[in-house]
């Protein structure tokens, strides 16, 4: 056999073992889609598969004070285990990862093998929607170090955690992001379509970063009993925008925003999450925009404000 006959052949075998994969054993995967991974991700995502098929390792580290909080719902529920299990396999562990569901539905094979692994799975009223990844937590739990919320359609480099909470030793009173926007504002009391928003291209701590939870950001403890403080307001004024209003608690009590490197980092989907989602009613149906109108308040708007003109003023000097 030639080389070239037997490099057709072991391609064709690797072909068939992925359908087999996907068709019955679970394995994530989509074509065409903007959720179609390239190769080295699709590497990754079969890696990770196979580690939670086989590893006991746990995915937590009770030493260490970090706790990592998520939800998910409907067909999500299915593939959640890889968002899971790519936080399980960073350099540096969680002290805790919860996993919070509004029902109890039985659970996948995968997230009952990750609950053995130290995976906590924990079940509310329903009703709280997106905020579910972090109010049921504030409001139930004792708050005792930094909480980072993570999304459910996100396959997390091994860097992740281990670079967010070297940032928050740092500075310890910041919101810390992987990716962040900057607010735009028209005028001093309206904020410019989300839209036009420009991607944050510093490190430095600032008011007018808007952090982005799909690529995780950390809440340091003082700002959480805030956020606790402030109640169940976000069903009215935020209802699908968690970011919105946690920006808006941390405006409010002081607590500025600051990405981990100067550029916004957005991480791979998850193969075949993005069926379904709100990013297309937040961004492009305009949610985002009202949820912001009605979410900050005089006093935030005038911090914004005098932030990003003391900020455009400076530029101007300096050009």
């Not at 995976?119 to 972090?134: I, P, S």
């Not at 009590?253 to 989907?269: M, S």
């Not at 404000?305 to 455009?312: D, F, K, P, V």
Request: hydrophobic share 40%.
């Amino acid at each position: 056999m030639t080389n070239a006959a037997l490099t057709r052949l072991t391609r064709l075998a690797r072909s068939r073992a992925r359908s087999l994969a996907v068709r019955f054993g679970g394995l994530p995967h989509s074509v065409g889609t903007v959720d179609s991974p390239p190769a080295p991700v699709a590497a990754d995502v079969t890696s990770l598969w196979r580690r939670n098929l086989t590893s006991k390792k746990p995915v937590v580290d009770a030493a260490h004070p970090e706790v990592v909080t998520m939800t998910t719902h409907g067909d999500r529920l299915r593939d959640v285990w890889l968002a899971i299990e790519s936080i399980g396999r960073g350099a540096y562990l969680p002290g805790r990862i919860i996993l919070w569901l509004d029902h109890e539905a039985g659970l996948p094979w995968r997230l009952r093998r990750l609950r053995k692994r130290g995976l906590e799975v924990k079940y509310v009223e329903a009703g709280w929607g997106v905020h579910t990844k972090y109010w049921p937590y504030v409001s139930t739990q004792a708050i005792t170090g930094p909480l980072i919320t993570a999304d459910d359609d996100i396959i997390y480099p091994p860097n992740w955690l281990g670079d967010l909470s070297h940032a928050h030793r740092a500075h310890p009173d910041d919101v810390i992001a992987f990716r962040a926007h900057t607010v735009g504002m028209s005028t001093p009391s309206v904020f410019a379509p989300y839209t036009t928003w420009l991607p944050c291209l510093t490190t430095e701590p600032r008011y007018s970063n808007f952090a982005t939870s799909v690529s995780g950001q950390l809440i340091p403890p003082a700002l959480q009993r805030h956020i606790l403080g402030e109640g169940t307001a976000f069903t009215s004024a935020a209802p699908t925008a968690d970011d919105v209003w946690l920006h808006r608690c941390a405006v409010t009590f002081g607590f500025a925003t600051r990405q981990v490197e100067e550029t916004p980092l957005h991480w791979w989907f998850i193969p075949g999450s993005q069926v379904s989602g709100l990013n297309a009613q937040n961004v492009i149906g305009g949610a985002n925009d009202r949820q912001m109108q009605a979410s900050h308040t005089s006093q935030t708007r005038a911090r914004l404000w005098n932030e990003l003109r003391a900020g455009s003023q400076t530029n101007s000097m300096s050009a």
